[in-house]
């Protein structure tokens, strides 16, 4: 044997310099392009062997499908009574979908008629929602229950006009309603059961002293920063907030100060809207001031960051004017909803509201979102009244509410509201627009009635909740149908498409700009692809179906790579 002395400790340092032929950093493939390809863009191996860029092809509908409701069960909560039935039932409904685990969860305050309580209370559950129709299938009784086992919150009193966000670090449903005849605000976390049946009828740690004696008026998570934010009036009806975030033991908000956001009086209606995450940590609030002449509408933008519970103010308590008068959005149009949407390069804010001196008259304004303004296009009517016209495009009869959403497969802004049919049935219609800029315009004319009843009461405060992954919206709120049956939802789909990608088929990402029939070469696994923009370093990032990346998994769910920097993507 060799003596181990013999060996050295460190191997001698040997350069590379002179070696040749070596393949280079990573891989790549050549193969010819099917139609064009953009560099930077992922690509496609079709069944005759070439590589085309990934696509989706969307056919717009000119008529909305839309689930048949009212002949199941699947769209009731639960069984209500005769009595809730007849008084209407519920009111003020709220949903959000929880992509994490594929769930719609529902809240909603159930009136006090035909109740065994003696106070109106807030109720939750959550739902399935079908890939072929767009219905649900309730976790909690099944649509078949009649027990108030769907209760949140302190039962004693009076829990009203419910709100509620997930926190998906913490794996937490947080409802937060107002309490008693004043509606201050209180908050409950709520452990979900996502296999469903056993939602809690009361969770967590009922919470209110810290946030005030005020009414409540909005609440939200703020997903990029992992904070909740509650909005509520406060002295003189001024519009304040607090920002939180979850406790040690996961069963309440660990609150901060109170933030002033304006130094107007914006009322009990102000029903404010902010964006479902912030863009940017910016959080957007449109808002009525009650004080002034004209009842100008406004916004006020203010900043929320993952180090401590509190918000700046970015523009003024003074609010920014969108108009200056004649566009109340509180007694004019029955609440002020809107959306936010990229268009690949600007951040989209879709705003409907009502109008003071035409008490029923909708308006649309499409704006983009800079650091701490926004610009805002020209406001255009979509709807107004005409009580002798009935169901016509431009003119309905009793607005009760209205909102929109951003259909990201269509590509389009979707408007909606209720209204009543002359003196009889309720009906709910849609208008799809296309926008440019700040400009909206409607798209095939494509208005459709659905969700009508014969009898009963208006429906209620709602939201519409799109689903990408499912290619559905789904409208909530209150609606009877012929028999007097309060259901609470309806499901929509404006547009169908097709995609080349699938679970396997992905080959990498091009390299360059090809035209049909060249030869492209495409970069895979291993290779660090400089042609992007954009990107957030550090970000795993995933194809999705019409070719862009996102570090959202799309349908299927297919992995792009690493960013190493804003055009940099290292393929995994």
Not at 175 to 202: I, K
Not at 247 to 276: C, E
């Amino acid at each position: 044997t060799i003596p181990d002395a013999r060996f050295p400790s460190t191997l001698p340092a040997v350069s590379g310099a002179n070696l040749t032929n070596l393949p280079p950093s990573g891989g790549s493939f050549t193969a010819t392009a099917s139609g064009s390809i953009t560099a930077g863009k992922p690509v496609v191996v079709n069944t005759s062997g070439q590589v085309e860029q990934v696509v989706r092809t969307v056919t717009h509908k000119s008529t909305p499908d839309t689930e048949t409701t009212g002949t199941t069960n699947r769209w009731y909560p639960y069984n209500y009574n005769s009595a809730e039935r007849n008084n209407g039932s519920q009111g003020h409904t709220r949903a959000i979908w929880v992509p994490e685990k594929s769930k719609l969860v529902c809240v909603w305050e159930k009136y006090r008629s035909g109740q065994t309580s003696s106070y109106n209370q807030s109720y939750i559950n959550s739902a399935t929602i079908s890939d072929s129709d767009g219905t649900a299938t309730w976790d909690l009784n099944g649509g078949t229950g009649t027990t108030d086992t769907t209760a949140i919150g302190n039962t004693g009193t009076w829990n009203r006009r419910p709100f509620l966000a997930y926190d998906s670090v913490n794996d937490r449903i947080v409802v937060a309603y107002g309490r008693g005849n004043y509606r201050e605000p209180y908050t409950v976390v709520l452990t979900p059961d996502w296999t469903g049946g056993t939602w809690p009828s009361s969770g967590g740690l009922e919470q209110g002293s810290s946030i005030g004696n005020y009414a409540i008026n909005g609440f939200v998570h703020d997903k990029q920063h992992n904070k909740f934010v509650i909005y509520y009036t406060g002295s003189s009806d001024h519009l304040y907030c607090k920002v939180g975030e979850m406790n040690a033991n996961k069963n309440g908000i660990t609150w901060g100060s109170a933030v002033q956001l304006t130094n107007f009086g914006v009322g009990y209606f102000a029903y404010l809207w902010h964006p479902r995450d912030g863009s940017n940590g910016r959080h957007y609030c449109f808002i009525g001031d009650n004080n002034a002449s004209g009842y100008p509408l406004k916004y006020v933008v203010h900043s929320v960051s993952s180090s401590s519970n509190t918000t700046t103010v970015q523009n003024s308590t003074s609010g920014t004017t969108i108009y200056s008068s004649g566009y109340h959005h509180v007694d004019g149009g029955k609440g002020c909803s809107a959306d936010e949407w990229t268009d690949g390069t600007n951040y989209k804010i879709a705003l409907t509201t009502g109008q003071q001196q035409n008490g029923t008259q909708l308006r649309l304004i499409i704006g983009t979102a800079n650091t701490t303004s926004i610009s805002f296009g020209s406001s255009i009517q979509t709807y107004t009244q005409n009580s002798s016209t009935g169901v016509s495009d431009l003119y309905f009869y009793g607005v009760q509410y209205h909102g929109c959403y951003w259909d990201s497969i269509a590509e389009k802004l979707v408007t909606w509201k209720y209204r009543r049919y002359q003196s009889s049935a309720w009906y709910v219609d849609y208008q799809m627009w296309s926008i440019s800029g700040n400009s909206p315009s409607k798209f095939n004319n494509n208005a459709a009635k659905y969700a009508h009843g014969n009898t009963g009461p208006s429906p209620n405060i709602g939201n519409a909740v799109y689903i990408q992954s499912k290619n559905w919206a789904i409208n909530v709120g209150r609606y009877v149908d012929s028999s007097n049956n309060v259901w609470m939802a309806h499901s929509i789909r404006t547009s169908t498409f097709t995609t080349n990608l699938n679970a396997n088929n992905f080959a990498g990402i091009s390299s360059a700009n090809y035209s049909n029939g060249s030869t492209a070469t495409i970069h895979v696994v291993g290779k660090v692809n400089e042609n992007q923009s954009g990107l957030a370093a550090g970000s795993k990032y995933y194809v999705i179906d019409n070719g862009t990346l996102s570090t959202s998994a799309g349908n299927p769910s297919v992995d792009a790579g690493l960013a190493l920097s804003s055009t940099k993507l290292l393929i995994k």
